[in-house]
């Protein structure tokens, strides 16, 4: 399909998000499987449809938006997490952390992130900042309803205590979600919010362009305060991490210097 150019156009006047962000090759290829998904044979045909059918338009920024989640993935970093990193910013900040979960898809990272330092914290103390661009993932976050899948690496006492059989799915305590605000927001147009002693980012800007990338985890800096920690996916890395005022503790662990 030709006109690339203008569909991105398009798609950022009608969704404020900008594909030049992501990797063209991977992001063409999923958005063309749409494309014809919906028997449409033009980008300007397909552009038509997502302005006049609202859930042609939902499936699309759903697509779009690269939701795979799961809680704790990665259990080792959790481990490492909730023994070394949370008792070191409690000991600083004391019991009322600032967190942010960027790019929280459905859910599973803040409540994870909640789970972890139930063990360390009251509830009550706990409360957790979570975005994401997607309105329809933030509605499934606030639901909280779960597969057996998605919860497999819950600690078995975390999950006994957190979650109630429904069905074949699990539910999430509302003590726990009464700890998450959720709030739309996107990593590439909006303002970020500042002094968090951590950032959870997992497992998204894999999809971004370097430029993207570095633009992401700068503003990040700054959003944190000094000695806060960024935590990102097994798989990623902050390449200029000394340039951007980073420390790097573990190879997805960053604590600003």
Not at 11 to 40: F, G, H, P, W
Not at 51 to 76: A, Q
């Amino acid at each position: 399909m030709e006109n690339y150019e203008g569909f991105k156009k398009d798609v950022y006047s009608l969704t404020k998000i900008d594909l030049d962000a992501y990797k063209e090759k991977q992001m063409r290829r999923r958005i063309d499987s749409l494309v014809n998904k919906n028997k449409c044979k033009t980008y300007a045909e397909y552009v038509a449809l997502l302005k006049t059918n609202k859930e042609v338009f939902d499936e699309f920024v759903n697509f779009l938006t690269i939701n795979v989640s799961e809680f704790y993935r990665n259990p080792e970093q959790w481990e490492l997490l909730t023994k070394e990193f949370l008792p070191e910013l409690i000991a600083h900040s004391g019991q009322s952390l600032k967190i942010w979960s960027a790019a929280c898809s459905t859910g599973d990272e803040p409540y994870s992130l909640v789970m972890a330092l139930s063990t360390l914290v009251p509830l009550n103390k706990i409360k957790i900042f979570a975005t994401d661009l997607d309105k329809q993932v933030i509605a499934t976050a606030k639901v909280g309803l779960y597969s057996a899948k998605s919860i497999a690496n819950v600690p078995a006492d975390l999950k006994k205590k957190f979650f109630t059989p429904v069905g074949n799915s699990f539910q999430i305590s509302e003590d726990v979600k009464k700890c998450v605000e959720f709030k739309e927001h996107n990593l590439l147009r909006d303002s970020y919010p500042s002094n968090f002693d951590m950032i959870v980012c997992r497992n998204v800007l894999i999809y971004f362009t370097d430029e993207a990338k570095t633009e992401v985890y700068d503003k990040f800096c700054k959003s944190l305060r000094q000695g806060g920690i960024l935590f990102i996916g097994s798989t990623e890395q902050v390449i200029d991490y000394k340039e951007l005022g980073y420390k790097r503790r573990y190879s997805f662990y960053y604590e600003k210097v």
